[in-house]
């Protein structure tokens, strides 16, 4: 890790080397993500590495507002997309930053990039959701979990015994029926992700399959990070089925 | 690379005052005198003023006291508040033409941030929704002046106000003299590229008044009152 970002610096942050890895792991909802993330962890953990993991919308600082504006709808688009902005700056400096200098993995639910898809999504310039988030840490790897809408409607489905308003993107106006916006939604965020695909060094890995499937892939792009031979790759089981893996 | 250049000027048919300065320069005063005298002569004023609103006093209040603001969510925060002030109280009035005055506009941020550290061309970005005025009046004044001026008030100088997160002085009088006088330095180092109207704020308030209304005319030629808006239906 070598505590680089985006390009804009951080002020009042240690910049030192960190000695911890920062690994992302990207996708929709219902791509599988927290199955693949409780998967990694506890494998990383076996292989003795320390890991935190985060995800977005959790900080202690601006997360109540969050909620409060999702339930009330009230706050514009540039305004929410600053919010979440404040959100994830926060994670970063107070939860991030200290761990990767403390030499832990911090494993990230999803990073800059939904950010991004999710600003653009809603009329935000590509160009100024990238500058806004140049202050982003690289990471050492983002691993893209990529399944098609159908997977991630019936998981969504699965999951919620529904769909969900924000992941179907009901705020957009797209369409009034839940179903058709989940589908625009999605298509909207997939084009986004991959405009960012290149950009940022995406590892793609297939998300259309099982989670044991998945996570044996994840863990060929992760071993070499840590110098893990690949015979120490090992096959997981999981009772979970891959309808209802979120 | 980020530049850090000036948002482009806006399309809309109002018109955007925008006052800047220091605390305790007297733009506020100025403002809403002018703000008075423009709806006198007939025009439709919306006034506006960028003070924290509920959402970012109480945020800035649970993070102090947990210590977990830095200059960026710091710098971030603001941003929230005042595009949804931009979104609210700016674009709406602008839009329906109206002389829209703003006690305070982007450029206190940029100025404010770039003083906490904050990479000045990252923070114009983010701010890059907010459209140029069409006049912004820096009041320029020395800080002794503002100071003496806090200190007679007998408000207690705030926190972030006097920039004691900075760690510059342990005495908030000292830490609040030397955080306006790097907030002074901003406003002079970006005072040509963006245009600003100087306004020596140094004179008597009834001076500067005069010297703001005589700067009106040209901006507001042809520029319709509510009596012509009536009439033209």
Redesign the interface.
């Known amino acids: 890790m070598t505590g680089k970002s985006y390009?804009?610096?951080?002020?009042?942050?240690p910049g030192g080397p960190a000695h911890g890895k920062l690994i992302v792991v990207e996708g929709s909802d219902g791509s599988g993500r927290t199955t693949e993330i409780e998967l990694l962890k506890e494998w990383l953990e076996v292989e003795g590495h320390a890991v935190v993991d985060t995800g977005l919308r959790r900080s202690?600082?601006?997360s109540t507002?969050i909620d409060r504006a999702k339930q009330g709808h009230t706050?514009?688009a540039?305004?929410m997309a600053?919010?979440y902005?404040?959100d994830f700056?926060?994670q970063l400096?107070?939860k991030m930053i200290p761990a990767l200098s403390a030499g832990s993995t911090v494993l990230a639910d999803r990073y800059i990039y939904t950010l991004m898809a999710r600003a653009i999504a809603r009329g935000a310039s590509r160009d100024?959701a990238r500058?806004?988030y140049?202050?982003a840490l690289r990471p050492d790897l983002v691993v893209f979990l990529d399944a098609r809408p159908e997977i991630l409607l019936h998981r969504s489905i699965g999951k919620y015994g529904s769909l969900d308003y924000w992941e179907s993107g009901m705020d957009l106006s797209l369409s009034r029926d839940l179903f058709e916006s989940f589908f625009l939604y999605q298509e909207r965020l997939s084009k986004e992700f991959e405009w960012m695909a290149t950009e940022y060094a995406f590892h793609s890995v297939d998300a259309n399959r099982v989670p044991e499937q998945v996570h044996t892939d994840v863990q060929r792009l992760v071993a070499p990070l840590y110098a893990i031979d690949a015979g120490r790759i090992r096959p997981v089981k999981t009772t979970r089925r891959p309808v209802a893996s979120g | 690379?980020?530049s850090e250049s000036p948002s482009p000027a806006h399309g809309f048919p109002g018109r955007l005052l925008v006052f800047e300065g220091l605390d305790g320069s007297g733009k506020s005063t100025q403002a809403a005198l002018l703000g008075k005298w423009l709806q006198a002569q007939g025009y439709r004023v919306f006034f506006t003023e960028w003070n924290s609103s509920d959402?970012v006093s109480?945020?800035i209040r649970?993070?102090k006291k947990?210590g977990?603001?830095?200059?960026?969510?710091f710098s971030?925060?603001h941003?929230?508040d005042f595009?949804?002030r931009?979104?609210r109280k700016i674009l709406p009035p602008m839009r329906a033409g109206y002389v829209v005055v703003c006690d305070r506009y982007a450029y206190t941020a940029f100025v404010r941030d770039a003083a906490?550290?904050?990479?000045p061309a990252?923070v114009r970005?983010?701010y890059?929704?907010a459209p140029r005025p069409d006049r912004i009046f820096y009041f320029r004044v020395p800080v002794g002046t503002t100071l003496r001026r806090k200190l007679a008030s007998r408000l207690k100088i705030n926190y972030y106000e006097a920039g004691m997160d900075l760690g510059l002085s342990d005495d908030v009088e000292e830490s609040y003299r030397r955080f306006q006088t790097r907030l002074k330095r901003e406003y002079e180092r970006i005072a040509a590229a963006d245009e600003f109207t100087i306004v020596d704020a140094t004179r008597r308030v009834e001076e500067i008044q005069a010297a703001l209304r005589a700067e009106m005319r040209p901006l507001l030629e042809n520029f319709p009152t509510v009596a012509r808006l009536t009439h033209d239906g």
């Open positions: 390009g804009t610096r951080l002020p009042g942050t202690d600082l601006v507002e706050l514009g540039t305004t600053l919010l902005a404040v700056a926060d400096e107070n100024w500058k806004v140049s202050f | 690379m980020i959402l109480s945020v649970r993070g947990k977990l603001l830095t200059p960026t969510t971030l925060l941003a929230v595009a949804d931009f979104d906490r550290g904050c990479d990252w970005t983010i890059s929704f």
